[in-house]
């Protein structure tokens, strides 16, 4: 006899990003309706909460910054959407703040429960903050996950988009803690004659499987 349990498959790297239709602050979207251009979808515990206040505050902060990168924003908790706007005025009355981006209201949790927001370890009833950056065709490119306690680093979100983009623009690589304008490196040989011909081909190299370049 077969489990009644369904197991969920989590969204992997290189793969399409699991689809959505669902209610917002700004009405009805879907992950379509993000075609075209870069999304980070991130998920935050829950609506009139401390931290989670002072991350919306950043993620509005850099908001003009996203859009500059053709970046949308879109936040999402299991909180209902008169809550979220709840929120967002009670941040833009006591923190002079105005939220732009819309806000997913998962009380089902099935956009949470697709992207494997909620972590049963921390919390049964609240997603985690996690931060799913997908790309213009749909395609999930990056995962991270911050604990409960933990605010996360808007200028690690700025970085990480820009690496993504230098990649698909250039086809090469970013080092660690690499800032755009900084070297990148250049993929690796894949024979013994580009191997042997690297050294020679005017990049800054280290040995022949490490090499960098200046865009």
């Not at 200028?155 to 755009?180: C, F, G, Q, S, Y």
């Not at 070297?183 to 960098?212: L, N």
């Amino acid at each position: 006899m077969e489990s009644q349990n369904t197991v969920t498959r989590l969204p992997r790297l290189g793969e399409p990003a699991p689809a959505f239709d669902a209610e917002t602050t700004h009405g009805r979207l879907k992950l379509e309706d993000f075609r075209g251009s870069w999304l980070v979808l991130f998920s935050h515990p829950a609506d009139f909460t401390p931290v989670c206040t002072t991350e919306f505050i950043a993620f509005a902060e850099i908001a003009d910054d996203l859009q500059k990168r053709n970046v949308n924003l879109l936040g999402l908790s299991i909180d209902s959407t008169y809550s979220h706007i709840a929120w967002v005025r009670t941040i833009e009355e006591k923190f002079g703040v105005k939220i732009p981006f819309p806000i997913i209201a998962d009380l089902n949790k099935e956009v949470a429960t697709a992207y494997g927001m909620i972590m049963p370890g921390e919390s049964t009833t609240e997603t985690s903050r996690a931060v799913f950056v997908i790309d213009p065709e749909g395609v999930t490119r990056a995962m991270i996950y911050y604990p409960l306690t933990t605010g996360r680093n808007m200028d690690e979100i700025l970085r990480l988009i820009d690496a993504l983009r230098t990649h698909d623009e250039h086809k090469v690589a970013t080092p660690a803690n690499w800032r755009p304008g900084d070297k990148v490196i250049v993929p690796p040989p894949k024979t013994a004659e580009d191997a042997a011909a690297r050294m020679s081909e005017g990049y800054e190299c280290t040995d022949w499987f490490f090499c960098k370049k200046a865009l």
